[in-house]
């Protein structure tokens, strides 16, 4: 299985952006977006389940929202009201029966 993560770039503070995670397989399991900062361990940011049970960092809840469809097998994660402090790479991650797959990130850059 295969993640492709697509939607970074640049943005000013205040705005959005929409990352999507392609798999080539199902999107079985529980997803979740993490990201890493310059100098920062990698966090987690947003977690959905097959049941669509959602969980936030504190940091983001509110901005915020993970989601999933099925058909396109691809989940999203919605930012809104972005801060420089959201500057990170974003990942995609999938666990299901045991195994772990990572996209190779995106780049998310917020300039104030």
């Known amino acids: 299985v295969q993640l492709v993560e697509s939607g970074g770039g640049l943005v000013q503070a205040g705005g959005s952006l929409k990352l999507s995670c392609a798999s080539s397989?199902?999107?079985?399991?529980?997803f979740g977006w993490y990201r890493r900062a310059p100098g920062k361990q990698r966090e987690l940011v947003a977690q959905?389940?097959?049941?669509?049970?959602?969980d936030y960092a504190d940091s983001v809840k509110g901005r915020f929202t993970i989601s999933r469809d099925s058909a396109k097998r691809t989940v999203y994660l919605q930012m809104n009201s972005l801060t420089p402090e959201d500057t990170a790479v974003y990942y995609c991650?999938?666990?299901?029966?045991?195994?772990?797959?990572w996209g190779e990130g995106t780049q998310i850059t917020v300039s104030s």
């Open positions: 959905i389940t097959a049941t669509g049970s959602t």
């Open positions: 991650n999938r666990q299901f029966i045991g195994r772990e797959y």
């Open positions: 397989g199902s999107i079985l399991g529980l």
